[in-house]
């Protein structure tokens, strides 16, 4: 089994600046890496699919990148709606696996 | 517009047996594989069961294998968990997951998700 393991657990950052989490797999899935963004209470919702491509409807400002096992999400300048938990997913090898979280909160 | 709409959650106890339904709608039910993933309380996300858009194709995670068995009826617009032998750390919000990709085929990236209904293993 994949593991896919995230970093920072908590992610502190003020709002209008910019955040960067990150998503470490334990072997490579190419690029069959997905974000998502999930809000107290709430489903989670898509925000980027192939490590780079944006959902539809996802603002600009969420951007995806890496290959293979390194894989970055940037947010580039913070709104008070952007303060939630973020998990990475890898969809290359079964059993398919998310990452354990990084909750982004407001400094 | 596409809802999910999960039901059939509740308090079972540890050896027993429940059965999710997922009600489908707003979307051609049949061309997209489906998905159940769970979250136990203050947890992540655990996927847990994938079917092809045909049902022909099942796939399970390994801490469910053999216990739950997923299912779909395409003329019914809904998906089924069957989960059999129930333990404490099956207790979770269980979401049904519609697939992106309008492949049938299972890639497991979620572009809508259900509510979720909550499942509690306990005597």
């Known amino acids: 089994e994949i593991v896919m393991t995230q970093s920072p657990a908590t992610l502190s950052v003020s709002p209008g600046e910019r955040a960067t989490l990150s998503c470490r797999a334990s072997?490579?899935?190419?690029?069959?890496l997905a974000w998502y963004q999930q809000k107290p209470g709430q489903a989670p919702r898509l925000l980027i699919y192939?490590?780079?491509t944006r959902a539809t409807g996802i603002p600009a400002r969420f951007s995806g990148s890496g290959s293979g096992t390194e894989f970055t999400l940037t947010i580039s300048s913070l709104q008070s709606e952007d303060f939630a938990v973020y998990y990475c997913q890898q969809y290359n090898n079964w059993p398919h696996t998310f990452g354990q979280g990084t909750k982004l909160e407001i400094k | 517009e596409v809802q999910l709409l999960e039901s059939g959650g509740g308090l079972v106890q540890p050896g027993g047996s429940l059965r999710l339904s997922c009600a489908a709608s707003g979307f051609t039910f049949s061309s997209y594989a489906m998905s159940w993933v769970r979250q136990a309380p203050g947890k992540g996300l655990e996927w847990v069961s994938a079917i092809s858009g045909s049902g022909g194709s099942t796939y399970y995670a390994d801490s469910v294998k053999g216990r739950f068995t997923i299912s779909r009826d395409n003329s019914k617009n809904t998906l089924y968990l069957q989960m059999n032998s129930l333990r404490a750390e099956d207790t979770a919000v269980y979401y049904c997951a519609k697939d992106l990709f309008l492949l049938g085929l299972i890639v497991t990236v979620f572009d809508y998700w259900g509510q979720g209904t909550l499942v509690t293993v306990s005597s």
């Open positions: 192939g490590a780079s």
């Open positions: 072997q490579s899935v190419s690029s069959n």
